[in-house]
């Protein structure tokens, strides 16, 4: 029988509560778009060293459409969305004939989608999570991830360095080892004369926008020791009243940032290098932490970070005292305090002193011990469903295969300038 009226419009509006719209665009604000994505559909984030590249990033965070590409409505003339060459994608594109297309706008350098394509043909087009906007993110939203390539990922995800150990400021290394990185498409390869020291993540929303991802991670270097082996492709943009960026402006990998007042140094991205540029002088790298922790979007609120033991700065560097930024990351830290006090604290050893520093990181200990007791209750529960076949058949409609997150963001839509009209 068929399903009456009154059916069919509960129907609509319980497929309508599951679904969300959320706003983006690039930087400079040239393209803009609104996406419906389904609350179900998890987000994907790829390690893989070609993404790692041409994100300028640890990874790539990519956001499958409901509805597919013709879902997406672009506002704007989008006459700045530029596609970029075909390239790699191991989590992806890995198939035969398998390939992604990266678009960036022209003027700012922003990554905004991505379309996989097999065979020359558009299969499916995921938006670049860094593109969305903070302040129209839907509250209570916390969208599930899906790590793919995790083996890869990027060596400087490292935890702090041990104690006793002396950081280099800036990237005043020893030694003569040479560095070297490139962009997506090879237009542009750099080359340092030292190693590595530093690496700073940053979750602020211009690096957001322009990476496309979750955050956008730096190393230090002296401008003496760095040259440009090929350059041909490399363009300056301006990114905000204090800072300039290059990137290349074929593949749109964004490359390198100086800021005003610093001409002898260069900050690089730390995604573009070669894979054994941290990995075979890990001594080296002396500081790496988490910076503008206090402006990361909703969607990655520092309380949900996975524990990798890094510092985490509310502001640009530590001591930096960004005021309402910097109380908004305490606050969000103290609002994850579980309930009940940590065995720690019931027994009275090892009790911070009250207020201060002490405090915020007693915070951030209790919420990271209640996030892995929730990680293994989630493993636990993972591995008694695989015990028979209806429980694995329950877990695959809670987690959908990366096949069928694929196959919802089916781009079977116009480009972005067609619709449009431009």
């Known amino acids: 029988p068929g399903m009456s009226a009154a059916g069919r419009r509960a129907q609509d509006a319980k497929q309508s509560s599951q679904v969300v719209r ?5 930087h400079c604000g040239a393209v803009a778009f609104v996406v419906p994505v389904a609350r179900d559909l998890p987000w994907l984030a790829c390690h893989c060293p070609h993404c790692r590249r041409a994100h300028g990033a640890a990874h790539a965070t990519l956001v499958p459409p409901e509805g597919g590409a013709a879902a997406i409505e672009w506002s704007g003339s989008c006459s ?13 594109g890995g198939v035969p004939g398998g390939v992604v297309r990266r678009s960036f706008c022209s003027a700012c350098g922003s990554t905004v989608a991505v379309t996989v394509e097999v065979e020359r043909q558009p299969r499916c087009r995921l938006i670049a999570a860094g593109a969305f906007q903070d302040q129209h993110f839907p509250e209570r939203f916390v969208p599930k991830l899906r790590e793919l390539c995790p083996e890869s990922k990027g060596a400087f995800l490292l935890p702090r360095p041990a104690k006793g150990s002396t950081t280099q400021p800036h990237g005043t290394g020893h030694g003569q080892q040479s560095t070297s990185g490139s962009c997506s498409c090879g237009g542009c390869r750099f ?23 979750a955050f956008q991670s ?13 350059r041909a492709t490399l363009g300056q943009v301006r990114t905000s009243a204090w800072a300039s960026r290059e990137i290349c402006l074929f593949c ?44 990361a979007p909703p969607w990655n609120r520092p309380e949900r970070w996975p524990r990798d033991g890094l510092r985490r700065v509310g502001g640009v560097w ?7 930024e910097e ?62 076949e209806a429980m694995s058949v329950h877990a695959s409609s809670r987690m959908l295969p990366l096949g069928e997150t694929l196959r919802r963001s089916l781009a079977d839509a116009p480009s972005p300038a067609a619709a449009s009209g431009a």
């Open 318 to 324: 530590a001591g930096d005292d960004s005021g309402k």
């Open 252 to 295: 749109g990998t964004a490359l390198s940032m100086t800021y005003d007042g610093q001409d002898g140094l260069v900050w690089l991205a730390a995604g573009a290098f070669d894979d054994s540029a941290f990995a075979k002088h890990p001594g080296a790298l002396t500081c790496v932490q988490h910076i503008c922790a206090a402006s």
């Open 218 to 230: 730096w190393t230090p270097v002296k401008r003496a020791a760095l040259t440009w082996p090929r």
């Open 327 to 388: 109380a908004e990351l305490n606050e969000a830290l103290r609002r994850s305090l579980v309930d009940a006090p940590s065995p720690a604290a019931a027994s009275g050893a090892g009790a911070p002193p009250a207020g201060g520093d002490g405090e915020l990181e007693e915070a951030l200990r209790r919420s990271l011990e209640e996030a892995h007791r929730e990680e293994r209750v989630a493993a636990a529960t993972a591995r008694a469903q695989a015990s028979s």
């Open 191 to 213: 080359q340092l004369s030292r190693p590595l020291t530093e690496v700073h993540h940053c979750h602020c929303s211009i690096c957001r926008h322009l990476s496309g991802t």
């Open 22 to 26: 959320l706003h983006g665009g690039c």
């Open 80 to 92: 700045t969305l530029q596609a970029g060459p075909a390239s790699k994608c191991l989590g992806l």
